[in-house]
C-alpha cells in the first residue's frame, strides 16, 4: 500500500487535532510544495517528535498495531476497519524512537 504523495524527505511543520479531525502539514523541501494530510482517528507521538523534522520513512500498513488498535476498541471502533500511517522522524534509532502512528479508515491529501 502506498500514500497518494510521497512523504520520504519532507519536513512536518505542523500537527492540529480538533475533536476527531487530525491534520498534519509537511513541506516538501525539493518540490517546494505543502503537502496537508487529514483524517479522523487517534494519533500517538513518542516523546521525541519535534516540529520541522524531516521524515525519513512514511509507510501505509493495512492493520492498525497494538497501541492503536486498544484505542480504537476503548471508543467502541471496530479496528478492523482501520489502516495504519507509521511515520518515522529523523533521528529515530531503536533505543531513541521519533515516530507518528496515525490510524483511519480514509485521508485526504492536498498539495500546494
Request: with cysteine; hydrophobic share 35%; aromatic share 8%.
Amino acid at each position: 500500500m502506498e500514500l497518494k504523495h510521497n512523504l520520504n524527505g519532507c519536513s512536518i511543520n505542523e500537527i492540529t487535532k480538533q475533536g476527531n479531525k487530525v491534520t498534519l502539514r509537511f513541506f516538501d523541501d525539493i518540490r517546494r510544495k505543502k503537502i496537508t494530510m487529514s483524517y479522523e482517528g487517534p494519533i500517538f507521538e513518542t516523546p521525541s517528535v519535534t516540529l520541522n523534522s524531516r521524515v525519513i520513512r512514511a509507510e501505509l500498513i493495512p492493520t492498525v498495531g497494538f497501541k492503536a488498535r486498544n484505542q480504537l476498541v476503548h471508543q467502541g471502533k471496530n479496528p478492523n476497519l482501520y489502516k495504519q500511517l507509521l511515520i518515522v522522524l529523523n533521528g529515530s534509532t531503536d533505543a531513541y524512537k521519533s515516530e507518528i502512528i496515525c490510524a483511519f479508515t480514509d485521508y485526504q491529501m492536498r498539495v500546494s
